[in-house]
């Protein structure tokens, strides 16, 4: 008997499908690899642009297609299909189009796939997210979105360079929404085990102040608008992101990430927000209680409360 191989579907042969595509070939995420889109045309020719630099990645075999079939006993299928998000457009702004499409996708990629834990890439990510949970009944662990993810990316990126440190030695996370309302988790972050409030530069003067912290909280939560403003969408980074959140899937990583996951929220009722949880072959394993000030407590309240009246707008909320 041949060995099962793994199979990866990213539905969708956009910007961010194919850049997850191409991040995750690079990685070897997967020895199978399979893009769905509507646009046959688009979707075959991303395919074959990939399969013709298979010899410079790890092996790998790569195929594109407008039938639903191409997906066929998938390990993971990451969706990336959404409406696109325009210049000065909020996330929460694209929730109804997105929401339809996901009706209208879901289902048969089901039937052809039921066991396959599902990730979902597409904006608002945590309304699309809840909404697919709730009308597929597939279960939370099984299907879940990729959250803040890229946020936190974002946000470590930022306070590496601001305290001149590599990027890896950086741990903090983004909580809630990925969007306007998200939360760092400045009280539990920390760099080489040093809070990271507490760190200081070679002068011995704390680096991270109020005025920095909140400096950086609004360039994390502004960066997909700018970068939409000056090259029309964000790809390369939320392509790496999601290609990273497979990989803890198909190698079992147990790896602690901050996506979005079904949970019922003191105050505020069910709602899908990103929170710490461990992700495996299984999917999200569990959730991690990181530990929080009371104003980051109350930002997330505030913020599962936005996510939650959208949900409730577009009739996603029960």
């Not at 042969?13 to 191409?22: D, N, P, S």
């Not at 790998?60 to 959404?82: K, L, M, N, P, Q």
């Not at 392509?239 to 147990?254: H, K, P, S, T």
Request: proline share 5%; hydrophobic share 40%.
């Amino acid at each position: 008997m041949e060995p099962k191989t793994t199979k990866v579907s990213i539905v969708g042969a956009g910007a961010v499908g194919a850049t997850l595509a191409y991040a995750g070939l690079m990685r070897g995420f997967a020895r199978n690899v399979a893009l769905f889109d509507i646009n046959k045309a688009k979707v075959e020719a991303e395919a074959l642009d990939l399969a013709q630099g298979i010899q410079f990645m790890p092996e790998a075999r790569i195929v594109g297609s407008d039938d639903v079939e191409v997906c066929a006993d998938s390990d993971v299928v990451v969706i990336t299909a959404g409406a696109k998000q325009q210049p000065g457009q909020s996330r929460l702004e694209l929730a109804e189009a997105t929401i339809g499409l996901m009706d209208r996708i879901i289902p048969p990629l089901m039937t052809v796939s039921p066991d396959a834990i599902y990730i979902l890439v597409t904006n608002p990510v945590d309304v699309v997210t809840y909404a697919a949970i709730k009308k597929s009944g597939m279960s939370p662990r099984q299907m879940f979105g990729s959250g803040t993810v890229l946020d936190s990316s974002r946000l470590r990126y930022r306070v590496a360079h601001e305290c001149g440190v590599a990027v890896s030695n950086v741990h903090a996370y983004i909580a809630g929404e990925h969007g306007d309302s998200e939360v760092p988790l400045w009280s539990s972050a920390t760099i080489g085990g040093v809070p990271l409030l507490e760190w200081h530069d070679k002068d011995g003067n704390i680096v991270m102040t109020p005025d920095v912290c909140d400096q950086i909280r609004h360039e994390v939560k502004d960066s997909a608008y700018k970068i939409i403003e000056g090259k029309g969408a964000t790809n390369y980074a939320v392509g790496v992101a999601g290609a990273r959140i497979v990989e803890a899937v198909l190698g079992d990583q147990n790896r602690v990430l901050p996506v979005s996951t079904l949970i019922d929220y003191p105050e505020v009722g069910e709602v899908c927000m990103s929170l710490p949880a461990v992700v495996g072959r299984n999917g999200i394993d569990h959730r991690v209680d990181v530990p929080l000030n009371d104003e980051e407590r109350a930002r997330l309240k505030l913020s599962a409360r936005s996510i939650r009246e959208v949900a409730e707008k577009f009739g996603a909320a029960s």
